[in-house]
């Protein structure tokens, strides 16, 4: 059973920073592509930033390049999102994703694994 548990989610105030996590267990991580969505109130789930398994490729979105920074430790099972200059248009529910391919995709139906959500609330 795979299990992704996202934390470092809060209320911030616009122009700051945060940095969530999201710790998997129970795959071979190093081998899982991993995803960053987000869904406001009322709105559809989308896209925010993918990563490969191992090599550090990258995807964003354009709503968020040259603000948020994905990374991941492999040795610790983790993905990580810097996010900076958070907008109010930020504040979602942040969902941590992995898909059994080592290739970053932005499809959300690409992600078969998910965590339980994170939430950001950016205040203006």
């Known amino acids: 059973q795979v299990q992704l548990v996202e934390s470092g989610g809060g209320l911030v105030q616009a122009g700051g920073s945060l940095r969530l996590s999201c710790a998997a267990s129970?795959?071979?991580?190093?081998?899982?592509?991993m995803g960053w969505f987000r869904q406001a109130s009322r709105k559809e789930r989308e896209f925010v930033v993918s990563?490969?398994?191992?090599?550090?490729?990258?995807y964003y979105s354009d709503s968020v390049k040259g603000r948020f920074t994905i990374s991941r430790a492999n040795a610790k099972n983790t993905v990580y999102l810097q996010m900076n200059s958070l907008k109010p248009e930020d504040t979602a529910v942040y969902y941590c994703?992995?898909?059994?391919?080592?290739?970053?995709?932005?499809?959300?139906?690409?992600?078969?694994?998910w965590g339980q959500g994170t939430q950001v609330t950016v205040s203006s």
């Open positions: 994703a992995a898909r059994q391919f080592s290739d970053p995709s932005n499809r959300r139906t690409e992600y078969p694994f």
């Open positions: 129970g795959r071979t991580f190093s081998s899982d592509a």
């Open positions: 990563i490969s398994s191992n090599d550090g490729r990258t």
